[in-house]
């Protein structure tokens, strides 16, 4: 997301209400420092500005849980990416294993026993 800057010029302090929708995760910064953006009473996000001049710039960066969701869901990606191609080949391989534990062969040495010949 595009961080939204901006300059201000005010003759006390005060509050800079943002046209961003707050939601947990964002970072702001005002006279090169850090500042806590906060919820307006409209929803938005606000952050505190003093008196004079002052670069401030607010940015998303996002929550931990968001984050680790990010990496976990890329990798689950890519092992699948990487995993589907084989996909065929483990298929065939448990399917062979699975024929050969399911297959009796039948020792040469044993006797066959002979059926009795029944008379008419």
């Known amino acids: 997301m595009t961080p939204y ?33 906060e919820r307006s009473p409209d929803g938005l996000v606000m952050l505190p500005v ?20 990010f990496w976990i869901s890329l990798l689950a990606w890519g092992a699948a990416l990487v995993c589907w191609p084989r996909r065929h080949w483990l298929e065939n391989a448990i399917r062979a294993h699975l024929l050969s534990a399911l297959t009796v ?3 040469a040495d044993l006797p066959v026993a ?3 010949a029944q008379d008419p």
Request: proline share 14%; net charge positive; aromatic share 6%.
């Open 5 to 37: 800057r901006v300059h201000v010029r005010t003759a006390r302090g005060g509050w800079l209400e943002t046209p961003r929708i707050f939601i947990p995760g964002y970072r702001g910064r005002v006279a090169g420092r850090p500042s806590l953006p």
């Open 50 to 69: 003093p008196s004079g001049e002052s670069d401030v710039e607010l940015s998303y960066e996002g929550t931990p849980i968001l984050l680790a969701s």
């Open 105 to 107: 062969e039948k020792p």
């Open 114 to 116: 002979a059926c009795p």
